[in-house]
């Protein structure tokens, strides 16, 4: 599969069937594996032989769709989680435990800040929060001697902001740590971050990927270039033995290729057991079987809709990476020259009680908290996740008291303009 282009891999990718086998992933709805005798699986129990006995830790139909997703992201090894919440909570505490710092952009997802910001750090990790426009002086002083690694997305949703990923990854090898980027939002068709030096990649794959709003999941993905040996001190879980799985030392029994993401299922899937069903991975595949097709139309529509909302003077503000003219536009052409996603996000005339209004009118687009699906959804967080902050508190957390984030779906472009249009006429607003 490697020398074929993504759009290829979406489609095939990570399964490949034998002779007289079934053309679609195969569902294995079982929670256990059969064995001849005790010996074959205690081989299995010691990671000494690679094999199934228990759907917690591994599934075959989990394992196929994982592997595609990795051969997108072009990395050496990946595991599905039961949501995008389990990966990150994963990807950052399978190299970080109670007395170890991470630094994190401060403008990422609100359910992530909250992991780290409030339940992680009950946990005993401390987290530094940075601007994702910190420069490479002001990320220095972030750093501290027991810094684990360093966290950001692609995107941020639902600010919007594109990370330098370069820049990040430079300056977390310099301190001797991984980069961990969320890629949610672009999905490895339009950024691969480990071209641009990170080291693992984290998805909510309830988003494009499924893209049809049918399954919760996340995904891991180990970029297979981090020499946790290198920093053998930093990483003792890594680089010492395990006394549970009778002391071994994943970094040198795995390699750099897989020694993280099999601590992280031999461990942390066995012991927290957030794992994807086979039901949904199989659901997760059919919406990676599209991806290609489906972001192209995602980002086209997005920046029609931008384009059209610029020019309407209604609206007071407009919000999307891949406009001429946006903050973030030569930052998303560096990595994104495809297209960036389809979420654009904008304010109205009359501030708050319009946008409430506005979004009543709405007929295609319909109001919900979910982003990423084929079909057009959109969200007024000051009025409903955000609803317990004042519009001060609003701020201080990158969301004006206006934001509307719009969510373009798959359809048509000028339907879409053409509903917000109309909707925009309901209000009576100059
Ligand atoms: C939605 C989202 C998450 C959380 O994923 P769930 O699948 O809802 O748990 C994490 N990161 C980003 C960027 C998201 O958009």
Known sequence: MDNYSIDTKCVQAGYTPGNGEPREIPIIQSTTFKYSTSEDMGKLFDLEASGYFYSRLQNPTCDMVAAKICALEGGTAAMLTSSGQAANFFAIFNIANAGDHIVSASSIYGGTFNLFNVTMRKMGIEFTFVSPDATEEE??????????????????????????????????????????????????????????????????????????????????????????????????????????????????????????????????????????????????????????????????????????????????????????????????????????????????????????????????????????????????????????????QLVAAGVSPDLIRFSCGIEDAEDLINDIRQALDCLEVK
């Not at 990040?168 to 490895?188: M, R």
């Open 139 to 392: 990320l220095d002083k972030a750093f501290r001697p027991n810094t684990k690694a360093v966290f950001g997305e692609t995107i941020a949703n639902p600010a919007l902001c594109v990370l330098d990923i370069e820049l990040f990854a430079k300056v977390a090898h310099k301190h001797g740590v991984p980069l961990v980027i969320d890629n949610t939002f672009p999905t490895p068709i339009n950024c691969r971050p480990f071209e641009w030096g990170a080291d693992i990649v984290t998805h909510s794959t309830t988003k494009y990927m499924d893209g049809h709003a049918s399954a919760v999941g996340g995904c891991i993905v180990d970029s297979g270039r981090f020499d946790w040996m290198a920093h053998k001190d930093k990483f003792p879980g890594l680089t010492t033995p395990d006394d549970s799985y009778h002391g071994i030392v994943y970094a040198e029994k795995f390699g750099k290729e897989g020694a993280y993401i099999t601590k992280a299922t031999a461990q942390l899937m066995r012991d927290f057991g957030c794992t994807q069903s086979p039901q949904s991975a199989y659901y997760l595949n059919l919406g990676l079987e599209s991806l290609h097709l489906r972001m192209a139309k995602h980002c086209d529509n997005a920046v029609k809709v931008a384009n059209y909302l610029k020019s309407d003077p209604r609206i007071t503000w407009v919000t999307c990476p891949s406009l001429e003219g946006d903050k973030y536009y030569d930052m998303a052409m560096k990595y994104m020259p495809k297209g960036t996603c389809g979420v654009v996000s904008f304010g109205i005339k009359g501030g708050r009680q319009v946008a409430e209004a506005f979004m009543k009118n709405l007929k295609i687009a319909a109001i919900e908290t979910h982003v990423a699906d084929a079909r057009t959804c959109c969200l007024h967080p000051a009025s409903a996740t955000h609803r317990q902050l004042s519009d001060d």
